[in-house]
């Protein structure tokens, strides 16, 4: 099992990978897995589904079999309960959620728990995770429904309600009121997401927060900080952010002299300036998942001399709490000397409504690829770094109140889908002043001019942050990888104050470098532009608005007919748009609703890159040696004898794939790459299912 790591590269947790949605290559596949993948390979021709693979139990109410299950919910004395099954009137939330609904279970997850006892402080972003109409009472069937931002787009995660007890106690996340159950679903709803309860022992909490708020997160020293440490904190919590804390510097999770724990993540939600007899003093809010371990120094809640000096209308106006709840004050100083790393979320968009004294980033996100021979040119000693793709950043306002006239602003580079195939790149982001007339920097440009702002270093993590202050004027994004000729999607988001803008920069094509422009990426060629596509949706999907194999099959018809893959169409078979219906399908119900075909059509345009590089004939097919090198590129590496099965299985008669076979074959391997990760939580090769899961496994795909 990979490791991953804590709050900083000093401060390592153990973590299972957090991507599920996305592939592994075949170095991280034992014997046992890729046989287990061709016999799956080889299979019959899919059957059409009928309903939903998801069932219901003997009581009626839903039952989620694909739920992954780990080693410790299958221990003996391990009891699957209902809420109902625990206490008489059991509610989803008691008297509002609060980040106090939040108590550790037998999972090293404080990281995750950080998240939500921050997230459980901003009510519009709570219920953007958790849908607050749900309850036991109306509508019940058994079932809960939670959200996540992935890459770009909240995603739904529906959940039955059977939680893992022993001696009738939940074994991992419970609220304080033994009849309040959202913390303890969510819980169960993010474990889903990412592979199982297994996925959740040790992790980065601000990962979970972007997870969660789709804000942008940074990792900082504490000893680094401003030294008006107040104004910086009361400067990041007035745009609404989550801010976790950590000591990295003792043994896991044992407590230090004064209570703090060492590689704990907490949470800091409050900074406010205490009016005391001997003047005023500047404190910070901290809160500790685990809920029964806290502060032991000045101002803790235990008789702590000093709130002998603060007036009660004051201690009531800071809502002081004097209970081992998990809760507690501190001094700025202390803060500073016995915490060391900071992980902050900054939030965007995310924050639906306004909220009293809180303003959020303004964001602009660009989806992009780096495709091999194409746009993935490298860093920038490369020779041919000038190739990775480029975006116009115009910055114009400038910040409220700034003294030096300069514009601030965050830039995030998100890798995506890139864990759990065993290829975390290194990525990195550089700026450079634009040229005067364009808005493209050739290699001649890049090779005369210097970035005037970088990442430090070329980072693995899932996200690189950027954080500067600059000049109004035009500057060049360039996001890399750390080797030439990756092949990899990402996604960049650029936070600033409203009215600064990015936008993808123009590449001049060979004839007017002033205003041709050309292609910059093979696909652009082959398929409808976004707006195309969804128009084509919408004239082929049903009454409903979802798109079905034929349906599916009718739209790819007509996309293929304009472009420069025309001809390919007459290879396209209904049996492949029924796979690829079902393989992308997030509900079981055999058809696509939009952000299902998003998804979908965001793989495409990547395979497609992929197929018209390595179609060096230009023939509209792949030769059978130029597949693998192919499937490479899609981060997919196969041995021998998947090759030869992909040979009798996919190829057409003269040993050739055609452009629908290959789609259909990359969506296949990723899927049942992805289903056999989902399953082999321990990452140990192999896998253990039963005969109904491997039914629905094998039937629905």
Wanted: charged content about 20%; overall charge neutral; hydrophobic content about 35%.
């Amino acid at each position: 099992m990979r490791k991953s790591l804590s709050l900083s590269s000093d401060c390592s947790l153990p973590s299972v990978d957090d991507d599920v949605d996305s592939v592994c290559s075949d170095e991280l596949l034992g014997s046992q897995s890729r046989r287990w993948l061709a016999d799956l390979l080889t299979g019959s021709v899919e059957p059409e589904p009928q309903g939903d693979v998801n069932t219901v139990g003997r009581d009626g109410l839903f039952v989620d079999y694909h739920f992954p299950l780990g080693e410790l919910e299958l221990q003996t004395g391990v009891k699957w309960k209902r809420p109902r099954e625990l206490c008489q009137s059991p509610q989803f939330i008691v008297n509002g959620a609060s980040r106090l609904d939040v108590r550790q279970g037998k999972l090293n997850d404080c990281w995750l728990l950080s998240a939500i006892s921050s997230l459980a402080v901003h009510r519009s972003l709570l219920k953007k995770v958790v849908p607050l109409k749900q309850s036991f009472q109306d509508g019940y069937n058994g079932s809960f429904i939670f959200r996540f931002w992935q890459y770009g787009q909240w995603e739904e995660v529906r959940i039955d309600d059977l939680l893992p007890t022993r001696d009738n106690e939940l074994i991992y996340l419970s609220s304080p009121e033994r009849h309040e159950f959202w913390s303890s679903l969510l819980e169960k709803a993010y474990a889903k997401l990412k592979g199982g309860y297994r996925a959740l022992d040790m992790g980065f909490p601000h990962e979970a927060m972007v997870d969660m708020t789709g804000g942008v997160a940074e990792v900082l020293s504490i000893a680094t900080l401003p030294r008006d440490l107040p104004g910086f904190l009361r400067s990041l919590l007035s745009k609404g952010a989550l801010i976790n804390c950590a000591n990295c510097q003792g043994p896991l999770e044992q407590r230090n002299e004064l209570g703090i724990m060492f590689r704990h993540a907490y949470s800091l939600t409050a900074v406010e300036q205490v009016k005391t007899d001997r003047g005023p003093v500047d404190l910070v809010r901290i809160l500790n998942p685990w809920g029964n371990t806290e502060w032991e120094g000045p101002w803790s809640d235990q008789d702590s001399p000093e709130w002998n000096t603060v007036s009660r209308s004051e201690q009531q106006r800071l809502d002081r709490v004097r209970r081992e709840d998990g809760e507690f004050w501190m001094s700025v100083s202390d803060f500073r000397q016995h915490f060391e790393q900071m992980e902050v979320c900054h939030l965007t968009d995310a924050l639906s409504e306004s909220e009293s004294g809180v303003k959020p980033w303004s964001s602009i996100i660009h989806h992009g690829n780096w495709v091999p021979n194409v746009s993935a040119g490298g860093p920038a000693h490369s020779g041919i770094f000038w190739q990775n793709p480029q975006f116009l950043f115009v910055l114009t306002e400038v910040d409220p109140n700034s003294s030096k006239k300069t514009c601030s602003f965050i830039l995030a580079l998100m890798q995506k889908h890139q864990r759990r195939r065993g290829m975390n790149f290194s990525i990195a982001l550089h700026i450079y002043p634009a040229h005067l007339k364009n808005t493209y920097l050739t290699e001649d440009n890049l090779r005369s001019r210097p970035p005037i702002l970088c990442s430090p270093q070329y980072s693995s993590r899932r996200e690189v942050v950027l954080r500067g202050s600059l000049p109004p004027g035009r500057y060049i994004i360039i996001p890399s990888t750390a080797e030439s000729n990756q092949q990899g999607a990402f996604l960049l988001r650029v936070l600033t104050e409203p009215g600064n803008g990015a936008s993808p920069a123009q590449k001049p094509g060979p004839q007017d470098t002033s205003s041709v422009t050309e292609p910059s990426f093979p696909h652009q060629a082959a398929l409808p532009s976004p707006k195309s596509a969804r128009r084509l949706f919408e004239k082929h999907c049903n009454k409903k608005g979802f798109c079905k194999p034929v349906h599916l099959h009718n739209l790819l018809m007509e996309a293929i007919q304009g472009g420069v893959l025309k001809g390919s169409e007459k290879f396209l078979a209904l049996e492949h748009c029924k796979s690829l219906v079902v393989l992308m399908d997030s509900q079981g119900i055999a058809q696509l609703n939009w952000m299902d075909f998003q998804s979908l059509w965001d793989k495409i345009r990547r395979w497609t890159d992929i197929f018209l590089v390595f179609d060096k004939n230009k023939t509209q097919r792949l030769e059978y040696q130029e597949v693998a090198p192919a499937l490479k590129a899609a981060g997919i590496t196969v041995d021998d004898l998947v090759m030869q099965l992909v040979g009798l299985r996919y190829t057409e008669p003269d040993m050739t794939i055609s452009y629908p076979g290959f789609l259909y074959l990359l969506m296949k391997l990723e899927s049942m790459i992805h289903k056999f990760q989902a399953y082999d939580m321990g990452g140990m090769g192999s896998v253990t299912v039963s005969y109904t899961q491997w039914l629905h496994m094998t039937m629905y795909n």
